[in-house]
């Protein structure tokens, strides 16, 4: 096992040099395999490794590669670390990647950059491994950077779109604000502790610290920093909804199953420090139910069918937010391995929706999918299921465990109520995507024209929505037994089962039966600003254009010639000044010298008699 | 031996401009040959054979030279100078290869000022007795200033003049703050002499002691450059050759960095630490202005020089921090920086050559059309952006954790510039090598030769970034005396 290990993260990093190195040798028909391919042989090692892992004493596993740099105490290893929280995400990043791959190999087989897809696709998939199996916090920084970088290349693959450019700049810089407070962090960590790796990091802080300790929650803030960039949270949310510019493959991988869930990860693994922190998980909590709720809100507004997708992601990472911030460790693990399954398979089935559809994303001109899109159709009935948590799906035991737990943890009935909102909101805007776009009038020339390589990954996907939540990994040996949930009142559970059938109906009632029409609650004095409101996303864009890149662009135009260089040009005017005037004073006339010896003369005796 | 690496370098520079007479080829394959045999003429000192002890030169040569002022010919090698060496002998090689098509004219000359500012600035990181320091510091300019007004764009000889001036002035400090210093040393020891080692035991009075580290401050400062006496660099970035760019940016700042390491903390220890709080601000100060004129320039190759603005910024801070993160990040940066601007110089001039112009309003979409290219600019923009993995992040993140130590409020605006950076980074490849573009170009991709130049580049950085342990380890030798006089130093600075 230990052999194996650091092959999982260099298979899809070798398929990214022979993609790159490849270009133009390597036939045309052969990327897709040397892209998916190496990513496949990842989750084939994926599988043995975790069969050897769960099959023993789940005891974790430390393999150092090479020693990085040494520098006093500061001394970072590459090393890689295997326990059962970093093997589940090892199963989400090789198993879902490897569909999302074998998806892609259909979606962008007419694209001529698909050699550069598939590398950057490789290149993310490598990084995102080291993140989730890295044994320090600054390995975990890399792999954190690098799928940032993959992030923006992939948002921007485009290139030649300049709302692509900017959408990608938007993602990497609004989520560097949020790593320059998680390096913050690790720097605070690191001059109190003395160490950077995670395991000796977690004792020393439990030795150093008591709970409460105003150093602790002061890094445990920062650390959430970094989360809340990373996984689109208030207030760092507003790159996800624009990220949706890259191809949709894309926006399934990265920005629905595995990058933006880095933050929830980063959060679940060191959550000791965040015990620690007791007001600072809290707040975790508390962002989590606001940002779930406003997204949800979002969602509802929407008419793009990828940004809808992309508001239901930040509302979901809301509910695992909420989940570690009343300490349900492993509830939100769960449900983070269950929207990696749900959404991968939304997203994927909007891409056959967009592919099969002259590249539409506005659910208002699509309608009477159902019959023409029959694929495309299922996958979303069970996506959304899932999504919307129904019974018996694998989003309805992650989501329960997480408004359970909501309702019995610090934040009490609020936090639970907030979740209980959500949850019939998610219900409502699933239904109105799924009612718009697949039900009513067909209006539409489409065509279903997928291959086998795109509808195999929607089938298996289908099948992780409705029964991923039978299978999952013990995660005691990672967070203790301490986790348990005490049982709430079973009034508490079935209200929460009900809540996203409320939702539905009302769905159905403005959308499908059009009882009632959505566009006279649009109209109205109260409804044309909320809907403005939520459709802007808050306008939190709007503020930050304001606050932060305006007056940035503003003083750089003003000041592109450097005022301070401006102090030097004075001097050099000034020096050319005085040799103009004195150049002009020898001018070769004798009653001018004369007059100004004699004027001269006068002055320096005038000025020696005054004196 | 020492004597060899300098005599080579400036021999061969004579070899260069003689050889033009035997085709305009020659004079290029001779400055490789002379740099190339420099690079040789390192690599025994990297043996598993040298093993110094902290702070024992690796090679040393002594000779008199004036005697009556006790000015002697002292060249001396520790880890710093053999690492920013070989920094020198590798952007030497690779700003000759960036001049291969873009030099036409006075190619022997071109190559014979080339050599020469390799040889004053090799010098510079060998000399061990200030006015030797001196001279080398003043040679070093002479024939950089040439290569700017001779061989530069448009402006070029305004350009020179800036160039000249500033740092001639700046040098002109430093000289008066080393004749104090020797003058002081001279009084209360009864023994004249420029001699380092003998200095680095100069007892100082603290006010004086403030005087003398600000005259090799501001000079050091200049060179680096911080704000606000950066305004030198932009312009003779952008109006100097490709080769010029590359030796100013690689090795010429590297200059000013080293001599705050070898002379300013060693000499004024106490002056320096009292003063530490001030440098860092500076640094910062540059980090953020830096970066932020960086963002607003329209020249390509403008923006890249106030982007080496905003990363010797990092390298202030880090060598203020005083610390073994501080001083092992900043010099990372040093060896990172050089080879990351140089490239990213190499690829503004390979495209101006090109196209002519290094406007990036008329630029854009140039991936499509030289895809080599776009894929080297990005992965120096991400280096330069401090990408972990590359060499540029080990700097940056050791210089701010050393910083952090000392003064996290000062650290935290300093990482600022980890948000600044990519926004100049990305709006580079944005404009130049993504959207559209309104001109059309027909221009061609990287050759043989650009390739092999960008790819050792590329190697170095990806070492520096995933290996950096034996470079820190070489640098170690000489800067872990000069961390512990921190520690000596530490309760006196009120």
């Known amino acids: 096992?230990?052999?194996?290990?650091?092959?999982?993260?260099?298979?899809?990093?070798?398929?990214?040099?022979?993609?790159?190195?490849?270009?133009?040798?390597?036939?045309?028909?052969?990327?897709?395999?040397?892209?998916?391919?190496?990513?496949?042989?990842?989750?084939?090692?994926?599988?043995?490794?975790?069969?050897?892992?769960?099959?023993?004493?789940?005891?974790?596993?430390?393999?150092?590669?090479?020693?990085?740099?040494?520098?006093?105490?500061?001394?970072?290893?590459?090393?890689?670390?295997?326990?059962?929280?970093?093997?589940?995400?090892?199963?989400?990043?090789?198993?879902?990647?490897?569909?999302?791959?074998?998806?892609?190999?259909?979606?962008?087989?007419?694209?001529?950059?698909?050699?550069?897809?598939?590398?950057?696709?490789?290149?993310?998939?490598?990084?995102?491994?080291?993140?989730?199996?890295?044994?320090?916090?600054?390995?975990?920084?890399?792999?954190?950077?690098?799928?940032?970088?993959?992030?923006?290349?992939?948002?921007?693959?485009?290139?030649?779109?300049?709302?692509?450019?900017?959408?990608?700049?938007?993602?990497?810089?609004?989520?560097?604000?949020?790593?320059?407070?998680?390096?913050?962090?690790?720097?605070?960590?690191?001059t109190e502790l003395r160490t950077l790796d995670i395991q000796p990091l977690m004792e020393a802080a439990l030795n150093h610290w008591t709970s409460g300790d105003p150093t602790a929650s002061l890094a445990a803030l920062l650390l959430l920093g970094g989360a809340v960039g990373k996984s689109a949270q208030l207030p760092l949310q507003t790159w996800l909804p624009d990220a949706m510019a890259g191809p949709t493959p894309i926006s399934a991988l990265i920005h629905a199953a595995t990058m933006v869930t880095a933050g929830v990860y980063l959060i679940a693994r060191m959550h000791s420090l965040f015990e620690l922190a007791p007001d600072v998980l809290l707040l975790v909590a508390v962002v989590g139910s606001v940002t779930l709720l406003m997204a949800g809100f979002s969602a509802l507004t929407q008419t793009d069918i990828k940004r809808i997708l992309a508001y239901s992601t930040i509302s979901q990472i809301g509910y695992m937010f909420l989940a570690l911030g009343v300490g349900a460790w492993p509830a939100a693990v769960f449900h983070l391995m269950t929207h990696a399954y749900f959404k991968a398979l939304l997203f994927l089935g909007a891409g056959a929706v967009i592919h099969s559809y002259h590249h539409e994303h506005d659910i208002f001109r699509m309608g009477g999918l159902r019959q023409r899109l029959p694929v495309a159709f299922w996958s979303f009935v069970f996506g959304s299921a899932a999504l919307m948590a129904l019974p018996f799906t694998s989003g309805y035991y992650s989501k329960h465990e997480i408004l359970?737990?909501?309702?019995?943890?610090?934040?009490?009935?609020?936090?639970?109520?907030?979740?209980?909102?959500?949850?019939?909101?998610?219900?409502?805007?699933?239904?109105?995507?799924?009612?718009?776009?697949?039900?009513?009038?067909?209006?539409?020339?489409?065509?279903?024209?997928?291959?086998?390589?795109?509808?195999?990954?929607?089938?298996?996907?289908?099948?992780?929505?409705?029964?991923?939540?039978?299978?999952?990994?013990?995660?005691?040996?990672?967070?203790?037994?301490?986790?348990?949930?005490?049982?709430?009142?079973?009034?508490?559970?079935?209200?929460?089962?009900?809540?996203?059938?409320?939702?539905?109906?009302?769905?159905?009632?403005?959308?499908?039966?059009?009882?009632?029409?959505?566009?006279?609650?649009?109209?109205?004095?109260?409804?044309?600003?909320?809907?403005?409101?939520?459709?802007?996303?808050?306008?939190?864009?709007?503020?930050?254009?304001?606050?932060?890149?305006?007056?940035?662009?503003?003083?750089?135009r003003i000041n592109q010639r450097d005022g301070i260089d401006g102090v030097y040009r004075g001097i050099a005017a000034l020096a050319r000044a005085g040799h103009a005037q004195a150049s002009a004073a020898q001018n070769g006339r004798l009653r001018w010298y004369v007059a100004s010896l004699v004027s001269g003369a006068v002055l320096v005796v005038a000025l020696g008699a005054w004196w | 031996m020492l004597v060899l690496l300098i005599a080579i370098l400036a021999v061969g520079g004579l070899a260069a401009w003689y050889g033009e007479r035997a085709g305009p080829d020659a004079p290029r394959w001779i400055a490789l040959a002379a740099i190339s045999l420099v690079g040789l003429l390192l690599l025994p000192y990297f043996g598993p054979a040298v093993s110094p002890t902290d702070g024992a030169w690796l090679s040393e040569i002594y000779a008199t030279w004036i005697p009556r002022f006790g000015v002697g010919f002292h060249l001396a090698l520790d880890g710093l100078s053999l690492a920013l060496a070989v920094l020198t002998v590798l952007l030497g090689a690779a700003a000759v290869a960036a001049s291969w098509t873009e030099i036409r004219d006075r190619v022997g000359f071109f190559h014979c000022n080339l050599l020469w500012t390799l040889a004053g600035v090799l010098g510079v990181f060998l000399a061990m007795d200030l006015f030797l320091f001196f001279v080398f510091w003043e040679a070093m300019i002479v024939p950089m200033a040439l290569l700017i007004a001779i061989w530069g764009h448009e402006d070029r000889t305004a350009a020179a003049m800036k160039f000249f001036l500033f740092t001639q002035l700046s040098g002109l400090l430093m000289l008066l703050a080393m004749i104090g210093l020797v003058l002081l040393h001279h009084r209360n020891t009864g023994i004249f002499t420029f001699d380092y080692p003998v200095l680095l035991n100069a007892e100082l009075d603290g006010d004086v002691a403030r005087w003398l580290m600000l005259g090799f401050f501001v000079a050091f400062a200049v060179k680096l450059p911080a704000v606000p006496f950066h305004t030198w660099l932009p312009d003779a970035h952008t109006q100097a050759p490709t080769g010029g760019s590359v030796l100013l940016a690689g090795v010429l700042l590297k200059t000013g960095a080293y001599g705050l390491l070898r002379f300013v903390l060693p000499l004024f220890p106490e002056a320096a630490a009292a003063f530490a709080p001030v440098a860092q601000g500076l640094g910062v100060a540059s980090i953020l202005y830096g970066g932020w004129l960086a963002f607003g320039q329209d020249d390509m190759k403008r923006l890249i020089a106030y982007t080496s603005i905003s990363h010797m910024g990092f390298v202030l801070v880090g060598v203020f921090a005083w610390n073994e993160q501080g001083i092992d990040g900043a010099v990372m940066t040093m060896l990172a920086h050089g080879i990351s601007a140089s490239a990213l110089f190499m690829l503004a001039g390979g495209l101006q050559e090109r196209i002519h112009t290094r406007d990036m309003r008329r630029m854009g979409r140039l991936w499509a059309d030289v895809p080599r290219m776009g894929a080297i600019a990005l992965f120096f923009s991400v280096a330069a952006l401090g990408l972990p993995g590359l060499g540029n992040f080990v700097g940056e993140f050791l210089v701010l954790q050393g910083g952090y130590l000392v003064s996290p409020v000062i650290t935290a605006i300093a990482a600022l510039g980890l948000v600044v950076a990519p926004v100049y980074s990305l709006v580079l490849m944005q404009r130049v090598f993504q959207g559209t573009c309104l001109e059309p170009h027909r221009l061609s991709d990287c050759g043989g030769r650009e390739l092999a130049a960008f790819g050792v580049l590329m190697l170095a950085t990806l070492w520096l970034g995933l290996y950096p342990l034996p470079a820190l380890t070489v640098a170690k030798w000489a800067t872990a005396p000069v961390v512990e006089l921190s520690y000596s130093g530490e309760d006196p600075p009120p």
């Not at chain 1, 393999?63 to 970093?86: I, K, M, N």
């Open chain 1, 1 to 190: 096992m230990q052999g194996l290990l650091p092959l999982i993260p260099l298979c899809p990093l070798l398929g990214c040099l022979a993609l790159i190195f490849g270009q133009g040798l390597m036939p045309r028909r052969a990327v897709p395999w040397v892209g998916a391919g190496s990513v496949g042989l990842a989750a084939l090692l994926t599988g043995m490794v975790g069969g050897q892992f769960l099959g023993g004493s789940l005891e974790p596993v430390t393999v150092t590669l090479w020693t990085w740099l040494r520098s006093g105490e500061l001394g970072p290893d590459f090393a890689l670390y295997l326990d059962a929280l970093s093997l589940s995400m090892l199963f989400i990043v090789t198993g879902v990647g490897f569909l999302i791959h074998v998806y892609s190999a259909g979606f962008m087989a007419d694209d001529p950059g698909s050699a550069r897809f598939f590398a950057y696709m490789n290149l993310f998939v490598a990084a995102m491994l080291i993140l989730v199996l890295a044994d320090n916090l600054v390995l975990l920084y890399l792999g954190w950077e690098g799928v940032g970088l993959c992030s923006y290349l992939l948002i921007g693959f485009w290139y030649q779109e300049p709302a692509n450019g900017a959408a990608a700049r938007k993602a990497f810089v609004t989520t560097r604000v949020g790593d320059t407070a998680l390096a913050l962090g690790l720097f605070l960590l690191f």
């Open chain 1, 404 to 556: 359970l737990a909501a309702y019995a943890g610090r934040g009490g009935a609020w936090l639970w109520a907030g979740g209980l909102f959500g949850a019939m909101l998610t219900g409502l805007y699933s239904a109105r995507l799924l009612f718009v776009a697949f039900f009513g009038r067909a209006n539409t020339h489409a065509s279903e024209q997928l291959g086998l390589s795109m509808k195999l990954p929607l089938f298996v996907l289908c099948g992780l929505s409705l029964l991923g939540g039978f299978w999952v990994i013990p995660l005691a040996s990672v967070f203790g037994e301490t986790a348990v949930v005490p049982h709430p009142p079973d009034g508490i559970g079935l209200i929460s089962t009900f809540a996203p059938l409320v939702g539905i109906a009302i769905a159905a009632a403005f959308y499908w039966q059009r009882l009632y029409s959505s566009d006279n609650l649009m109209a109205s004095s109260l409804g044309q600003p909320l809907y403005r409101l939520w459709f802007s996303g808050w306008g939190f864009d709007w503020l930050y254009a304001r606050a932060f890149v305006e007056p940035f662009k503003w003083f750089a």
